[in-house]
């Protein structure tokens, strides 16, 4: 068990390192599974509000099997995108390889191993940062948000996706039964990882959201801050962008 705010950053990047790395061989058919197909919806949304353009550069953080930066090439002229992906599990990345080559589109998608709380590219080097449901397992999440900052153009967007509770009484109820009962034991059944669906539920009822986050945001230095709610608010998205 994952001990979030119990361990020093470095350990729990470790923790949560393997988890991930324990996990990858099935993680793309427990996120199918478990959000009943609605996490490629969320991912198409989050694309959308990137507005990606012909001949930017983007930066997918935490991006596991490289989903997001495949539907970031999938929404620019053909050859007129570029996308390095970063993940600090070599084997989601083996995966993401794999993926990535499958669809040929490695001449688009450049894959990196590294962490968020100190990414390793210069200032003002990316049109856009992405990150899916991974800023709350990062260990330092104000750190996280500044790296993003410094490493995006002016006037460059960023575009968070993570997940919420619903604000509706009855939604909450009905979705923690999910989220906190049935979710772990399905993960567990199929992952064969003894906590990693249970971290989940922990992680995101901890996790700061809404205009919590958004501020968050703001004193990283992002403007024009906002966030939506998807599936009646059990995601967020949020996007901000760097003043020109």
């Known amino acids: 068990m994952i001990e979030k705010g119990m361990e020093t950053p470095a350990t ?3 923790q949560v390192q393997k988890m991930f790395s324990d996990i990858a061989p099935r993680y793309d058919l427990l996120n199918r599974l478990l959000s009943c197909g609605q996490d490629q919806y969320w991912r198409k949304r989050a694309v959308a509000r ?6 930017e550069r983007f930066l997918d953080i935490a991006t596991g099997t490289a989903d997001v930066a495949l539907e970031i090439i999938r929404n620019v002229p053909p050859g007129a995108g570029q996308v390095v992906a970063m993940d600090f599990s070599e084997k989601m990345l083996e995966l993401a390889q794999q993926k990535i080559n499958t669809q040929n589109k490695a001449d688009f998608i450049q894959l990196e191993s590294g962490s968020a709380e100190s990414l390793p590219f210069e200032d003002n080097s990316f049109d856009g940062t992405t990150t899916a449901f991974g800023i709350r ?3 330092d999440v104000e750190q996280s948000l500044r790296e993003m900052h410094r490493v995006l153009k002016p006037g460059g ?8 509770l619903p604000k509706n009484s009855i939604l909450n109820a009905l979705y923690r039964f999910y989220f906190e009962v049935l979710l772990p ?16 539920p922990e992680t995101v009822a901890a996790f700061p959201v809404r205009k919590e986050f958004s501020d968050l945001m703001q004193q990283a230095g992002f403007m ?4 939506k709610e998807l599936t009646f608010g059990i995601v967020i998205l949020y996007t901000g962008t760097k003043q020109v």
């Open 12 to 14: 729990l990047n470790r």
């Open 50 to 55: 990137l507005s990606p353009q012909a001949g």
């Open 137 to 139: 397992n990062f260990s």
């Open 157 to 164: 967007r960023c575009v968070i996706l993570e997940f919420s």
């Open 185 to 200: 034991k399905v993960g567990r059944l199929i992952s064969k990882h003894p906590s990693a669906y249970t971290y989940l």
């Open 224 to 227: 024009n801050v906002i966030y």
